[in-house]
């Protein structure tokens, strides 16, 4: 395969099967989405905000994009900004890991930070306080931003039609929920009895950092409609089935990927015999050696410390 | 008899516990037994008479809006998971 730029070599991601961890008469494929250039599934979102807001004449050669973004979504944009020519601002969790730190600034990004305790909702109040006070800035807003589903119904759900036709159902973490929505919601017009699936990480308490339950947030581009279940997904879940991913298929995933993987395998026993099931792994482990998620010892005890830096 | 998970937000109400158990063979009847006892709950859990749109509650890990609702059944050693809704994305 030959592309002209970067931006072209987005998608197109291998869909691998799991014959160990595959309960007996179904069978579960991994997307692994940690192929695309920037190492996540972000590209894919990341091009779809871009192109769509060129689209719609609402980016400007040479504006300026900012956006609040826990990582992935951050890098997948720096570095199309960099081949498209548009400044970025990030704005995240002061606590962000160094890696994604380098990673931004590498691509030229600038970081700003909300503050820790705040956990996500704190970047989307200071991104949107940024965005309001200056009216030169674009922000594409992953969690309200149509484009965001978008990509995934037009690229991700396309793609395992057709490597996988008798899909039976598709499992993927909450995150925007862009994933599901616009992936489930093209596999249910592709065959209507194809169920969907959510993988609800539950974040250790730091993340939720609220004062309050009015300052949750559900994000605009969920649609709960096309969802058949969501089930909540702990850290030592998820932590066991990334690493049992690693030591029985040699897949090295991140910890998301763990818990789409234990809402799959939960999952088949609801599926007729000899369903097939895909699970989308948003990116490989390697942004989060530093946790300790990957370092040798007890599972539990590694889950407990790292709850509230664990999740993608 | 089920035990239910309150978040860090709600403790505040709960005199700080972060684990009640709570009889009822439905989420409604286990919620109405713990707003008894616990009446600050009342109003961070529901919104006329219906689950607020900020809180998600899941009996053994499923979402309950998938389920049956308030009328999801509760067996005696389920666990109830009261959860905030946020944005997705971790602080790592």
């Not at chain 1, 589903?149 to 993927?172: G, K, M, N, Q, S």
Request: negative net charge.
């Amino acid at each position: 395969m030959r592309f002209e730029d970067v931006s072209q070599a987005i998608g197109n991601t291998p869909l691998v099967g799991l014959p160990h961890l595959s309960p007996p008469g179904s069978r579960i494929y991994l997307k692994l989405e940690g192929d695309n250039p920037t190492g996540s599934v972000k590209d894919r979102v990341a091009r779809s905000l871009i192109e769509q807001a060129e689209k719609h004449g609402q980016l400007a050669p040479g504006q300026r994009i900012l956006e609040p973004t826990s990582g992935n979504t951050g890098i997948a944009l720096a570095a199309l900004c960099r081949v498209k020519g548009y400044p970025l601002t990030c704005v995240m969790p002061a606590n962000t890991s160094e890696e994604r730190k380098q990673l931004l600034t590498m691509f030229g990004a600038e970081l700003v930070y909300s503050p820790a305790e705040e956990g996500s909702n704190g970047s989307v109040r200071v991104a949107r306080e940024l965005a309001e006070a200056d009216p030169d800035v674009h922000m594409p807003f992953q969690y309200g931003n149509p484009a965001n589903p978008l990509a995934h119904y037009e690229t991700t759900a396309p793609e395992i039609i057709a490597d996988l036709p008798d899909v039976a159902a598709f499992v993927a973490g909450l995150g925007t929920g862009g994933t599901v929505t616009g992936a489930g919601r093209r596999l249910k017009e592709w065959n209507p009895d194809v169920k969907v699936f959510a993988a609800e990480p539950e974040y250790g308490d730091l993340v939720y950092g609220l004062r309050n339950l009015d300052e949750g947030y559900v994000p605009e581009v969920l649609d709960l409609d096309v969802l058949d279940s969501r089930i909540k997904v702990d850290s030592r879940k998820a932590l066991t089935m990334t690493r049992r991913l690693a030591d029985e298929e040699g897949i090295f995933a991140g910890v998301s990927t763990g818990a789409s993987l234990a809402v799959a395998v939960r999952v088949c026993a609801r599926l007729p015999e000899g369903s097939s099931i895909v699970a989308l792994s948003p990116d490989g482990g390697w942004k989060y050696l530093s946790t300790g998620a990957y370092a040798p010892g007890d599972v539990d005890e590694i889950a407990d410390r790292i709850a509230g830096t664990l999740w993608a | 008899m089920p035990v239910v998970r309150i978040p860090t937000v709600l403790r505040r109400h709960t005199d700080g516990e972060a684990k009640l158990s709570v009889t009822g063979g439905t989420v409604r009847e286990v919620f109405d037994e713990l707003v008894a006892a616990h009446p600050g709950l009342e109003d961070q859990l529901f919104e006329d008479g219906d689950l607020r749109g900020f809180v998600n509650v899941f009996v053994e890990d499923e979402d309950i809006r998938f389920i049956s609702g308030l009328d999801t059944p509760v067996e005696p050693d389920d666990e109830v998971a009261i959860m905030p809704a946020v944005a997705g994305g971790a602080v790592s």
